[in-house]
């Protein structure tokens, strides 16, 4: 395997190991309970 490939392969999963990172810090920073939005298309209310 060349090095520049195994560089992108690297490069690849780091980016996608701070994706996961990111995303799960940001569902457990989210509130729990119900959100209510209000807007031009009207009243929404979504259960987290």
């Known amino acids: 395997m060349r090095p520049?490939?195994?560089?992108?392969?690297?490069g690849a999963?780091?980016?996608v190991i701070i994706a996961?990172?990111?995303y799960i810090y940001r569902e457990?920073?989210?509130p729990?309970?119900?959100e209510l939005k209000?807007?031009?298309?009207g009243i929404?209310?979504?259960q987290n």
């Open 4 to 10: 520049n490939m195994l560089y992108l392969i690297i």
């Open 13 to 15: 999963l780091v980016v």
């Open 20 to 22: 996961l990172g990111a």
């Open 28 to 30: 457990q920073t989210r």
């Open 32 to 34: 729990k309970g119900v």
């Open 38 to 41: 209000i807007d031009d298309k």
């Open 44 to 46: 929404s209310i979504q």
